[in-house]
């Protein structure tokens, strides 16, 4: 893939993830359900990174080569995505928690005065 279609691949994966993350907080209503679908993009976002850091552009000037990649921004996606989804289904599962766990104080009971 010329170094011009890694660059418009790239950008059209950015807006597209952007685009659909928008679209995903506004629409999805409960949470978990958000949080699991940004987790979701950003993991294909991850991929597409991925798949396209496999190509590097070499520039030689004189004796200094230099090469420039995106893997490292693959794998940071791809965590941010797994962190995401490990969020939204744990929020998830708190959610439906019994609510019987967690006491509940009554409002109008009064501290004992501390000697």
Request: hydrophobic share 55%; glycine share 18%.
């Amino acid at each position: 893939m010329p170094d011009g279609g890694i660059a418009s691949g790239l950008g059209v994966g950015t807006v597209l993830f952007v685009v659909l993350a928008f679209l995903t907080v506004l629409l999805a209503q409960k949470l978990e359900n958000r949080l699991i679908l940004l987790g979701l993009l950003a993991a294909v976002l991850g991929l597409l990174y991925g798949w396209l850091g496999g190509y590097h552009v070499g520039v030689a000037r004189g004796d200094v080569s230099m090469s420039v990649g995106i893997g490292g921004v693959a794998g940071t996606m791809m965590k941010i995505g797994l962190v995401l989804v490990l969020g939204g289904v744990v929020v998830g599962i708190l959610g439906r928690w019994p609510a019987a766990v967690t006491p509940v104080v009554p409002a109008n009971r009064e501290e004992a005065p501390r000697v």
